[in-house]
């Protein structure tokens, strides 16, 4: 039962935190450690899958127009601009960062969300679209986004912002830009386990990929309605306070 409730709580934190510019990964690296769970990668990717899913269920209408007309719609090639870029950052750094990873590197990665966010929330308001342009800035931001602490979609936002998007569709297609890259993510991380023999709870994987796609949609609804409102300076507060705590406790 103690178990179900981890998987469950970390479901939740994925769910919430991956589409929330507050660093999921760093969240899950936290709370992960407190919880003591046994394959923590196959949790992580899991976890993605879920979140994967919710975004395709709040944009399914946009992505089938996108997949019905790849040509004559500009978003399909913005993606394919945004995600070239990413992935090279990732394939470039992902393991030097990953063997250099500590609770500091998490402290300084939080501030740093929190003035990209501080930033976004006092940017004036554009009518300009989402621009092959902005769309390679803001794939160099979701790469850059590997640093440990730094939300990917506070950092391709605040991004969006300053190259002059519109707020909405600087959000619109941080959340879009996200589907290419989790899935990317998911099958590079997933050739690490090939290594392993690995004892899967069944029971915790279900968990976790349900909890953490419900949780995935209010997390994208909410962001939405944030946004609309220019409150991110919330969010700002509380890295702030959770960069405080590992300081303490850490």
Known sequence: MKNAFNYFFIGIIQGITEFLPVSSSGHIVLFGSLFELDNLLLISIVAHIGTLFAVLFCYRKRIVEIIKHPVKDKTFLNLVIATIPSIIIVLIFNTFLEDNFSAKTLIWGFIISAILLMIADFKKESTKPVTKRSALYMG??????????????????????????????????????????????????SFKLIKYQLSINFLGIFIVMITSFIFG???????????????????????VVLSLLIVIFY
């Not at 640093?147 to 959340?175: H, Q, W, Y």
């Not at 939405?224 to 969010?235: M, V």
């Open 217 to 239: 949609i209010i997390s994208i609804k909410l962001m939405l309605k944030t946004i609309k409102k220019n409150k991110l300076y919330y969010f700002s507060i509380y890295l």
């Open 140 to 189: 160099i931001s979701q790469g850059l986004a590997l640093l440990p602490g730094i939300s990917r979609s506070g950092s391709t936002l605040t991004c969006g912002l300053l190259v002059g998007v519109n707020k909405n569709e600087a959000l619109d297609f941080s959340f879009l830009m996200s589907i290419p890259i989790i899935i990317a993510s998911a099958v590079y991380e």
